[in-house]
């Protein structure tokens, strides 16, 4: 008879196994996000939600259902679902969220050249999706032409100059956008001994017009 009994206790019980996790997502910085992780079991699996960062959060007690209200660049990355019982080991499953957020300019590097020399400045944009990038000189856009290189990869941009000459001396705007908003910021390039070399300081000096012509070229793909 005890054996009869351990084998219906056992029959009656039944590893846990997620049945159904929301796909992978994308959403813009703000919005408010539900995960839904869904799972059969017996006993019931109790359901544990887990940020996947090297700090990440574990959401206890939140059952099938997660919810990030108002969600920032900072919560985006993987989510792991855990079901458990005292059957087996746990059933896991992950997702993946997506936050798009605007450009902002995490890094604008002035340079000073002799003429002759090469000269280049460094313009670093932090963004989702990958901003596009744009340079300007007296609201005048630049191409790569004349001895002037445009090369952007990735979150960086970079204007070099083969051979400096006077005319080259002064301002320049890097514009970053995405479909989400665009920025800028001023960097300068310096006869020796005329100025210091420091990051470039945020600016407005591309006007209020041309920064809404370069997103919305961007967003008509232009």
């Not at 544990?48 to 990355?77: A, D, M």
């Not at 979150?155 to 005319?167: C, D, G, I, P």
């Amino acid at each position: 008879a005890p054996h009869t009994w351990r084998y219906l206790f056992r029959s009656q019980c039944v590893p846990p196994k997620i049945s159904n996790i929301s796909s992978d997502i994308t959403v813009n910085e703000g919005s408010n996000v539900t995960l839904v992780c869904m799972a059969n079991g017996r006993p019931e699996p109790v359901i544990t939600w887990r940020h996947l960062t090297p700090t990440g959060r574990e959401f206890e007690g939140e059952e099938e259902y997660l919810e990030i209200l108002g969600i920032t660049r900072e919560q985006s990355g993987k989510y792991e679902c855990k079901a458990a019982n005292e059957v087996a080991s746990a059933d896991v499953k992950q997702v993946r969220v997506t936050v798009n957020y605007p450009p902002t300019i995490t890094e604008s590097k002035s340079n000073e050249a002799a003429t002759g020399r090469q000269a280049l400045l460094r313009c670093e944009a932090s963004a989702v999706p990958t901003p596009d990038f744009e340079w300007y000189r007296d609201d005048t856009r630049i191409n790569s032409a004349n001895g002037l290189e445009i090369k952007s990869t990735g979150s960086q941009s970079l204007l070099m100059v083969a051979n400096v000459t006077e005319e080259h001396y002064g301002n320049y705007t890097c514009v970053a956008a995405n479909k989400l908003g665009v920025t800028n910021a001023s960097l300068y390039l310096y006869r020796p001994g005329t100025g210091r070399v420091d990051n470039g300081s945020m600016s407005l000096a591309v006007p209020l017009w041309l920064l809404a012509a370069s997103l919305f070229c961007l967003l008509s793909k232009c």
